[in-house]
Nanobody, 119 residues
Framework: QVHVVESGGGLVQAGGSLRLSCVAS????????MGWYRQAPGKQRELVAN???????NYADSVKGRFTISRDNAKNTVYLEMNSLRPEDTAVYYC?????????????WGQGTLVTVSS
């Protein structure tokens, strides 16, 4: 069983900043990619950013230059630094971890953390 828990959401004014954190715990051999997704009311869940265990990060065009994803492998933690927030960034942000258990990999999701950006 793998648990993924997000924290750091909240209410912020446009132009402000927030930092989201996500930690994965449980029984697994390793974590491959970790990422952040978001879902705004009435919209589909979309990728915000992801970071593989090795290699380059990926960002949605809408957040490039404003958001930064990073991870601490020793702590099984991924972060999302969000700057210059806009009202359209308002959404529930979900953390995703692709974990490996023996010879199988699967996706683990958190419950989400709400980010609200006021204009």
């Amino acid at each position: 069983q793998v648990h993924v828990v997000e924290s750091g959401g909240g209410l912020v004014q446009a132009g402000g900043s927030l930092r989201l954190s996500c930690v994965a715990s449980g029984i697994f051999n390793s974590i491959n990619a970790m990422g952040w997704y978001r879902q705004a009311p009435g919209k589909q869940r979309e990728l915000v950013a992801n970071i593989p265990s090795i290699g380059s990060t990926n960002y949605a065009d809408s957040v490039k230059g404003r958001f930064t994803i990073s991870r601490d492998n020793a702590k099984n933690t991924v972060y999302l630094e969000m700057n210059s927030l806009r009202p359209e960034d308002t959404a529930v942000y979900y953390c995703n971890a692709n974990v490996r258990v023996i010879a199988t990999s699967y996706e683990a999701w958190g419950q989400g953390t709400l980010v609200t950006v006021s204009s």
